[in-house]
C-alpha cells in the first residue's frame, strides 16, 4: 500500500481544515508507529491482508453520475447523501427533511459544527486499538456529520449515506467517516449502504462510523455492504451510550474478496441497552471477518447479539464475539448468539464467543454453532416434491430469515428480500420459492 499511502497522506495534509488538524496528525503518528497485522497478531490470525494492492489510487472528484441506477434509486426516503469513490455528489442528494436534523460534510461545517467534530471524533472509539482507524483519520479529508438535536422524533424520515464504488479503470481507495451525535431524548434512523456499481473494478474502502447517544436518546442504525467480489472494506462501527440510550445496530455484509468489520459498543451511562444482529453470505473465494466487543462499564445495562452467517463453495468466515463486564457493571444482562450454515463440504468458518466477567451479579449466556443443512427436512421437503435445488435455497434464506423479517425499518426490508432471494437462488426460477 505504499504508493496509495503516499498519496493519501499528501493529498489529506493539504486540504485537511485547520480544525482537523490535530485530530488528523494523531491517526497520522500511530499510524506510522505501528506495523500492519500479521497472522501472528491475535485479532487478525485467520485474515490476511496480503490482497491488499500497492496501486489503489484515490478518485480526484472528475467522475459524476447523472442518475442513479435504478436499483437505488428511490432510496429510504429521507435525507440522502451519495458519495462515488468517496467524493461527494450534491446532484444525487437531498437536504435533510426533518426538523431538528442537521447533516452536513464536514467540509461545509460552519464554526459551531467544526467545534463539535473536533471535540467528538474519535469519541467513542479507541484509536490506538485500531490501526485502520488510525489510517482512516490519517487519511482523512471529508466525511459526515448528523445532529439530531435534543428530544427530535425524526425515526420518519431516515438519514441514508449512500457510498457507491465506480467503474473506473484503475483499482480506487476511499476513506469514509461518519459522526453521529443524538442528543438527550432524541430518535432516528440511519442507513450507511455500500455498494458498487456495475463492473467496478477492485477498490478498497476504510470505513469508520461513530455513534454518539445522549441521555435517553434512540439509534435504529442499519450498515448494508452490497459491493462487488473484488471489493476489499475494512472498517468499524464504535458507538457510545449514555444513560437509557438505546441502539439498534443490524449489519448486512455479502462477500468481497476481503471484508473485515470491528463493532464496538460502549455501556457508559446506566440503563443503556444495545441489540447488535447481522448476517454474512460469502460465496465462491470471498472472506468475512466480523469482530465485536461490547463493553459494560456500569451498572443496569443489557445487551443482546445475534448473527448468523451462510458459507458457501470455498468461502471463508469469522466470527468472534467479545463481552466485557467491567467490576463495577452489576446487574447487566448480556446475551450473544452466533449461529453459522456450511452449505458446501470446502467453506470454512472460525467463530469464537468470549466472556470476560468482573461482576458477580450479572446475566450472561453466549453460544456458537456450525451446522449444514438439516438433512429432516431436506427429506421433508424431497418427499413433497420439492427438487434437492429448490429445497436447498428455501432452507438457507429461512436460517436467516427471521433477522430479516424483525427489521424496522420496511423499505429496506422490501430492498433486501429480492436481493437476498436472487443470492441465495442464483436463478429466477429458484428465487420465486422466496417471495
Known sequence: MTSFMQQALAEASRQVPHWLQSVQA??????????????????????????????????????????????????????????????YQSALSTAASADGVRVCRFEDADEEQSAKIAGHLNGALNVEDHLFAALNTA???????????????????????????????????????????????????????????????????????????????????????????????????????????????????????LKRFDLVINHAGPGAYASLNGVYLPRGDEHI???STIEHAVPHCSSDEIFRGIIADKATAVFNGRIHIHPDAQKTRAELSNRNLLTSPEATVNSKPELEIYADDVQCAHGTTVAQLDETAMHYLRTRGVSQAEAEVMLSFGFINELIDGLGLEVLKDYLRPLLAARFARNSELSRHLL
Open 289 to 291: 471477518d466480523y469482530h
Open 139 to 257: 487519511t482523512l479529508r471529508d466525511g459526515v456529520l448528523v445532529e439530531i438535536a435534543a428530544n427530535t422524533a425524526a425515526d420518519e424520515a431516515p438519514i441514508e449515506c449512500l457510498w457507491l464504488v465506480s467503474a473506473v479503470d484503475a483499482p480506487t481507495a476511499a476513506n469514509q467517516r461518519l459522526l453521529v451525535l443524538a442528543e438527550s431524548g432524541a430518535s432516528a434512523t440511519v442507513v450507511e449502504h455500500f455498494a458498487s456499481l456495475d463492473d467496478a473494478k477492485d477498490s478498497f474502502c476504510n470505513g469508520l462510523t461513530e455513534l454518539m447517544l445522549g441521555p435517553n436518546a434512540r439509534l435504529s442504525h442499519y450498515r448494508i455492504h452490497e459491493e462487488s467480489g473484488s471489493a476489499v472494506h475494512i472498517g468499524g462501527v464504535h458507538a457510545r451510550l449514555d444513560r437509557d440510550a438505546h441502539l439498534e445496530s443490524f449489519h448486512l455484509a455479502l462477500g468481497s474478496v
Open 26 to 87: 494523531r491517526g497520522l503518528s500511530l499510524w506510522q508507529e505501528a506495523d500492519l497485522p500479521t497472522r501472528r497478531t491475535e485479532n487478525w490470525k485467520y485474515t490476511g491482508l496480503n490482497v491488499l494492492r500497492d496501486d489503489y489510487h484515490l478518485a480526484d472528484g472528475s467522475l459524476t453520475l447523472d442518475a442513479l441506477p435504478d436499483k437505488w434509486a428511490a432510496g429510504c426516503g429521507g435525507t440522502r447523501l451519495v458519495f462515488v469513490d468517496g467524493i
